[in-house]
């Protein structure tokens, strides 16, 4: 059986990181950097380091969980793709429920966690819930091992033809240097248009700060045109990935493209220092057109590239008449 402590007693930060590296999946490895944590409890959550040993006091894994509250003095215990093992998944995830109950809520009624494939929940039982899905479950990756002229080549010809057209009016990329308070304009700008909520600018704020080391960067590219800035992304850098995290972009001078520049000039950054894969962080998992990811689906696929699907949400039931009472409560308010 594999037992569990609380990390913060004996981990350190290169450990983890460098565990995370090499065991976390492709896409959203960035979710169990140990500077992550600190980013969500300088937001508020209660954040909290997990090691997983095996039997041997082998280290076998790590996790960041979430505790989220959901009413009556209850709550869940959540991990985003995760947790994050080398061997022995079911047993990690069993026994990092157990452990976090007494240690760390003993009102907790269910573990969420979020596994890396289809082979990490063979077992699920009658404990083991799918639920919707936190993070994305479907998301479009691009291999930086290509050579440029075969990632232009695996690109639909529109997006091409759209890369050239921003080069031929004039459209420069910064890298690394964006300004934040534009992005923030331009990201309220864009979810006027697009009717979305964004974050506030104190949530990118705490992202760039916190996630500022040698191993992960948080970072603002922007795309200008004579002066103006008219495109601009959020984009974190870790575990030999370049992740789109969000993107804005001005209503006006639409027609010179400049988010396919901007995306462009980001990968050939991303390549240039040796980093393997672009992720563009979610995609539609159907081609359905109506769904509301459907336009952006497309724009990402534009850009070539793999997609790679997880098998989404489960939910490790621990108490199940609460957890029964839990779905039936939020059942009701989605009818209201």
């Known amino acids: 059986m594999s037992n569990l402590i ?53 280290t076998i894994g790590f996790a960041i969980c979430e505790r989220r509250k959901i009413g009556l003095g209850l709550s869940y215990l959540y991990c985003p793709k995760g947790p994050i093992v080398s061997k022995d998944y079911e047993n990690s995830v069993r026994e990092l429920a157990k452990f976090a109950m007494p240690a760390f809520d003993p009102k907790i009624i269910f573990f969420r966690f979020e596994p890396h494939s289809e082979n990490n929940i063979s077992w699920q039982g009658k404990d083991i819930r799918k639920t919707s899905h936190i993070q994305p479950s479907a998301t479009l990756m691009v291999d930086l091992n290509k050579s440029e002229e075969d990632l232009l080549g695996e690109m639909h010809q529109k997006t091409r033809y759209n890369i ?3 080069s031929k009016h004039g459209v420069s990329v910064k890298i690394k240097s964006g300004d ?24 990118y704020e705490k992202l760039l700060s916190s996630l500022n ?54 990968m050939r950054d991303a390549k240039s220092i040796g980093l393997r894969w672009y992720d563009f962080w979610g995609i539609a998992e159907t081609d359905d057109p109506l769904h509301p990811w459907a336009g952006i689906t497309r724009f990402k696929k534009g850009f070539g590239g793999e997609v790679v699907r997880y098998p989404g949400a489960f939910d490790l039931v621990l108490n199940k008449k609460m957890y029964q009472l839990y779905r039936i409560a939020r059942a009701v308010r989605r009818t209201v």
Do not use: C, Q
């Open 164 to 166: 050239k057209v921003a």
């Open 6 to 58: 609380l990390p913060d007693f004996t981990a350190n930060k290169t450990e983890w990181n460098e565990f995370i590296k090499k065991h976390a999946p492709r896409s959203g490895a960035f979710l169990h950097s140990w500077e992550w944590a600190d980013f969500r409890t300088s937001e508020g959550f209660d954040a909290v380091r997990f090691v997983i040993y095996d039997k041997n006091n082998e």
């Open 213 to 266: 080391s040698s191993d992960i960067r948080a970072f603002v590219a922007e795309a200008s045109v004579s002066g103006k800035v008219i495109a601009s992304n959020f984009m974190i850098d870790y575990a030999g990935v370049r992740t789109y995290l969000h993107g804005a972009s001005s209503s006006s001078n639409r027609n010179l493209m400049a988010p396919y520049l901007l995306h462009w000039e980001l």
């Open 180 to 203: 934040l308070s534009l992005f923030i304009k331009l990201l309220k700008e864009t979810a006027n248009r697009d009717a979305f909520r964004a974050h506030s600018i104190s949530h």
